[in-house]
Structures are given as structure tokens and as C-alpha cells.
């Protein structure tokens, strides 16, 4: 296949960071060239130390695309995976602060995607400090991904599972061949690398869907202690 640009979108708490991570890791162990863009969001509140307020809300939506864009432009034979678009920012206004202003702008950089995968809500969900409100904000938040993709005509493939059966759900609505066994272990065993200190460690190439939590939370204290 040609590279693809591809949204990873869903409510909180559902794995998106982690997909993202682990479709990266498989396509490079493949040969591919791979990008991946960061969540804005997860950024900002790590430097401002709260979540954003109304005003503030475009402004990460406008980082969150430039991002993305940026590295089409400059690597447009790789594939990019991104992390969050600037739909979840349009969503989360609309919820949070019934602003329905960011919509036009966050499903016009949208529609440059090639595939756009929704995580699904089978996952339990996780505190993460300032980055989650509650499992009670997963399933309108859902639902309105869902509804502003359906009404601007955007296919959309929504993946469910734990762990590798949700990877390999992911990498089979990519149109990709999922991993058996053996490619499985080798990509584990890497990882177990990375994680004991034998190699050095590269975020881009982790799989372990508890350790940004861990990593953001252990930050956030340590800015609250100072």
C-alpha cells in the first residue's frame, strides 16, 4: 500500500495514544516510514497546568492541524498517523462550553485523512489527571465524533478489542495484514528492551498503554509539589 495519512479520534481513555504508537511501531518494524503527531492538548495542559478555557480552544485546534500538516508537507511519502485531530477539540467545545464554532474548520482539516479510525468505548477507562473529566463524558462525547463525521459524509471505521486483537483490528482497517504470533513477540521483546534500560528509550516506539499516563501524572505532581 501507499502511505496514508490516518486520524486516530474517540473519547477519552479509549487507547488513542496507544494505537497510534503501536500501528507506528508495526508499520516501521514493516519497513515503513512513519510520522506521528503528538496530541496538542496533552501539551498544553502539561505547560499551563490547567485544562483550557473557551477562548483558548482554537488556538490548540489550529497547533493540533498545523502539526499534522507540516509533516505532510515536509514527508509526504511516509505514513502519518495522527494522534487526536482538531475534531476532538471542536467536540470537546461543543460539550463543554456549547460552542459549535470549531466545527467547519476541525472537519475541513478532517477530510484530508485518508482513513479515520474511531477507538471504541470497550476499554475501562483511566483517571489521567487534568487530561479527563470522567467516565461519564465517553459516551456523548462518542457520540458527537460520530454524528459530525456522518454529517459531512466522512467514512469512518471504528476499532474495538484489548490489546493486540485491537491493534490487529486496527491494522485490518487499514487494509494491512494483522500480527501473528511470532511478529507479535518480537515487537514485545523490543519493548521489554526499551523498558529494562538495554536500549535507549524512544516514547515514539512505545507500547505500554499505562506508561504516558504514569509519566503525565508523576509530572503533574511534581509541578503541584513546586
Known amino acids: 500500500m501507499k502511505p496514508l495519512r490516518v486520524a486516530v479520534v474517540g473519547a477519552e481513555s479509549t487507547g488513542k495514544s496507544w494505537l497510534t504508537q503501536a ?44 502539526a499534522a500538516d ?11 498517523l495522527s494522534d487526536t485531530t482538531p475534531l476532538m477539540t471542536a467536540v470537546y467545545s461543543h460539550l463543554l462550553f456549547d460552542d459549535e464554532s470549531l466545527y467547519p474548520m476541525a472537519l475541513a482539516h478532517q477530510a484530508l485523512y485518508d482513513i479515520t479510525l ?27 465524533v460520530r454524528q459530525a463525521l456522518e454529517r ?21 482497517a487499514l487494509g494491512l495484514e494483522g500480527e501473528d504470533a511470532a511478529a507479535q513477540q518480537v515487537r514485545e521483546q523490543g519493548q521489554f528492551a526499551i523498558n529494562q534500560g538495554r536500549s535507549v528509550w524512544q516514547c515514539t516506539d512505545c507500547s505500554d498503554p499505562a506508561c504516558e499516563h504514569k509519566l503525565f501524572t508523576r509530572l503533574m505532581k511534581e509541578r503541584s509539589a513546586g
Open 23 to 66: 500501528l507506528a511501531g508495526v508499520l516501521r518494524a514493516r519497513g515503513q516510514a512513519v510520522h506521528t503527531v503528538d496530541e496538542a492538548l496533552r501539551h498544553w495542559c502539561d505547560r499551563a497546568g490547567r485544562t483550557p478555557q473557551r477562548h483558548e480552544q482554537l488556538a490548540i485546534a489550529q497547533q493540533q492541524a498545523q
Open 70 to 80: 507540516t509533516l505532510a508537507a515536509q514527508a509526504p511519502k511516509t505514513w502519518l
Open 118 to 144: 474511531v477507538t471504541g468505548l470497550d476499554l475501562p477507562w483511566v483517571a489521567d489527571g487534568l487530561q479527563r473529566d470522567g467516565p461519564q463524558v465517553r459516551v456523548p462525547v462518542d457520540t458527537l
Open 152 to 172: 459531512s459524509g466522512m467514512a469512518y471505521r471504528v476499532v474495538y478489542g484489548q490489546g493486540p486483537r485491537r491493534l490487529n483490528n486496527a491494522l485490518l
